[in-house]
């Protein structure tokens, strides 16, 4: 189809109708002075096909416009507020509709409850499955296109069907590029199916379930007997959108709201129409609408909502129970584990006990993440910068409900009211103040304990707090309770008291929410660290207070203790450690015991051939701030970028040295586009801008270490600023180091500070190779990784795999080598 816009008439007469539809290939801003235009971003938000082809895609939104309900009408003529080309396409598709059904009970009508599977599928055999699909000459070999038979990959299969067929659980290290996401789906699979088991698949991100969903278990359904099998995918609640919310907002919406507004309800509301799951993260909107159509565990009514049977949330987590696997993630996974040790186990589905099914099987991915999961999910944290918003918005939405219950309420009580709300406002105010008086002496970034005398004065302050914001909930809870009783007497719907009442229960989730992290702060065990940080969010720095488990083994032990085979797989799971499996430092961070089973898996890559490895042995040693380090570092660096050109990334331990050397390369580098992480930098917009552009060099810090997958001509330079150390005198840390060298703290940092070293180390290099036919040299910048003296410097390079060479040379050989290879055109 060609490039160019139409307008409407033209395209019309050219196409017939339908489809009339405007479309540009690199089009970023489509409809600007095209007023006649179709906005393709917004259909391609709002309504999802999987189609490239634009003939194609065009006609199945036709179709799915189609299917709208014919009353969503009125809701466009209320709202939209684009584009005229936009309009009259919306238009023409809904009225062409033969569903009558009205907008409200048409939300979310796709979302739907899967059936459970009453019995097992007899005949199958886990075991022969795997074999056959994996095996030599496979099933997998003849239907994937370019499959290549991985013995890793059938290994890695083989170890997990056998310990789900008679083990209790496996630590698996499984290298790059073995596929070993299908290697565990599969057996799996078979085995839900054979022995009628739930599995729960657990991954780092949400994004890596969605690839799971939308990817791997596309190819598990189509191999022999999967076709039936039920596979959920279920997110944080925070994740899903708000039946109930989003109906109010729709009822509320007039011509006072921004064009903006209305055209994202819109849109929002199409997609109710359309979506299967009411998962947020399938479109895309600004965080301050999305804030509006989530709700949190405080404010839900839970089975007394009118909209609990549309309720996506609700929806997934019922079919999770149905289904024979959930793919869930870390954190949703290990706050449910906190829940249950909380509050004890329930089935009670009223409570928010429960979040997961019953499962036999857990399959946990990227396991070296888990410990960070463990230790988010266990921690209260405080944060007086967003108390203070939540205390000012508090005061607004109480000054509103005064207003509105006037003409119920005795005046006396209305003026006590305000009085009171405005005295306990200003003296959380001067707690806020008081509190933030405790953390003026960190620096940005720095996070420091808050040790026995400062404790004691922080709890008084916090315990006072804690008295004045039950206070302000007791007085908002009474305030909702008149406004209901004026609407009763009304006896009608006024959207305007409807949207008040929805105000006040959300400002009552958020302070339901502040009391939960006062109370766990105040409570927290001896096993506890009480610490506070000042974290810095583009111009702005806030402090924190966190009290955090130093260890995990009261949540580990007592995590799930029903589920008969736990399964923890990572390529980064092994620390080479005398005398040992080299296991024991996971086994440490999970909080499992020691005869817990292990496996070491290598990696179907050839790294002898794929990798070149570079250590510069003249570069001055590393000293924390040293600025002849960070000088030489940066020219350095300069140096090879100038060689090597785009397909680059270069990682740090900090944002000062990547501020520095940025500062250094940006003065000096004009050929080649920078993209420097900023703090709180969404790391897919940074690796999206240089998947598009080959002269992209990446300076990231620690997200880049991991889960970032650039392969091929995305990256062929991997620099390593420094070892990935984290800053020993950080608190949570420290006491960490302490708790594992029980003998002396030397003991500590060779059982927990050196290994996550390692791990780090072994991430961040994890990176450069992808594919089997990827190559790309590292250059290391500290030298310490080769020093013999250090004890850490043996254990890392014991930990990489025999084949990768390590080069020690001059930071001139280097560049030297660098040049050699580019003219071969190795890199
Ligand atoms: S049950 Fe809770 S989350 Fe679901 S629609 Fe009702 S209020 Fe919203």
Known sequence: MSADYEDFDSFLERKGNPPFFAYEENATSPLENHDLCVDKQFLQNYVKTDDCDIENYVAKVVDLLKKLPSTSLKLLDRLYSGSKGTYEFLKMCIKDSKDNSSWQDSLFRNVKQVKARKNSVKGLDPLKSVRMIFGEGGILQDYLNNYEYRQEQFMTAMEIAETIDHGKGLLLEAGTGTGKTLAYLVPIAYNSLSKNEKAIISTRTRTLQDQLINNDVKILKNLPDLEKLNVTVLKGRERYICTKKLFEELQLFNSMHSSEELITFLGVAIWSFLTKTGDLDEISIKAQYKDRLVTDRFACLKKFCTFYDRCPYYIARANAKNSDITITNHSLLFNEAAIRLADGETDDEDSDGILLPKFDILIADEAHEIENSITDAMSFNINPYSIAKTNKSTFSVIRELLKSVKEKADNEFLQAAYERAKKIGSAIEDNLKTMVIFGEELSPGERKSLKSDKLEHFFDVLKETENLVRKLKSLIVQLIGLLEDIQEDEDSDNPALTGLKLRGQTQ????????????????????????????????????????????????????????????????????????????????????????????????????????????????????????????????????????????????????????????????????????????????????????????????????????????????????????????????????????????????????????????????????????????????????????????????????????????????????????????????
């Open 508 to 827: 009552l989730g958020e302070i339901n929410e502040i009391l939960y992290n006062f109370l766990g702060f105040e409570t927290a065990e001896d096993s506890y660290i009480h610490y506070f940080q000042k974290v810095t969010k583009g111009d702005s720095r806030y402090l924190v207070f966190s009290a955090s488990p130093v260890v995990n083994e009261s949540l580990a032990s007592n995590i799930f203790p029903e589920v008969r085979t736990k399964i923890f797989i990572s390529a980064t799971l092994w620390v080479h450690s005398k005398g040992s499996d080299g296991f024991n430092y996971t086994r440490r961070v999970l909080g499992i015991d020691e005869q817990f089973p292990s496996v070491k898996l290598g990696t179907s890559f050839d790294y002898s051939k794929q990798l070149r490895f570079f250590v510069a042995n003249d570069m001055p040693a590393y000293a924390p701030g040293s600025s002849q380090y960070l000088g030489n570092g940066a020219d350095f660096v300069k140096d090879m970028l100038e060689v090597t050109g785009g397909g680059a990334m270069i990682l740090f331990t900090s944002y000062r040295d990547l501020n520095i050397v940025a500062n250094t390369l940006n003065k000096k580098l004009n050929d080649l586009n920078l993209r420097i992480q900023e703090q709180y930098d969404s790391p897919s917009a940074i690796l999206e801008g240089h998947m598009a552009d080959d002269k992209s060099v990446i300076l990231g810090v620690r997200t880049f270490w991991e889960g970032i997958d650039l392969p091929g001509e995305h990256l062929k330079t991997l620099i390593l600023f420094k070892l990935p150390f984290d800053r020993p005198d950080d608190p949570l840390l420290d006491s960490r180091i302490r708790h594992y060298g029980t003998k002396n703290y030397v003991e500590g940092l060779h059982k927990y500070y050196y290994p996550k070293m390692i791990t780090s180390f072994r991430q961040g290099l994890g990176r450069l190779i992808r594919t089997k036919n990827d190559r790309g040299c590292v250059i290391i910048l500290d030298k310490r990784i080769v020093d013999p003296k250090k004890n850490y410097s043996r254990k890392l390079v014991n930990s990489l795999p025999p084949e990768m060479k390590i080069e020690i040379l001059e930071r001139k050989k280097i560049i030297t080598q660098l040049r050699k290879l580019k003219k071969e055109k190795w890199l």
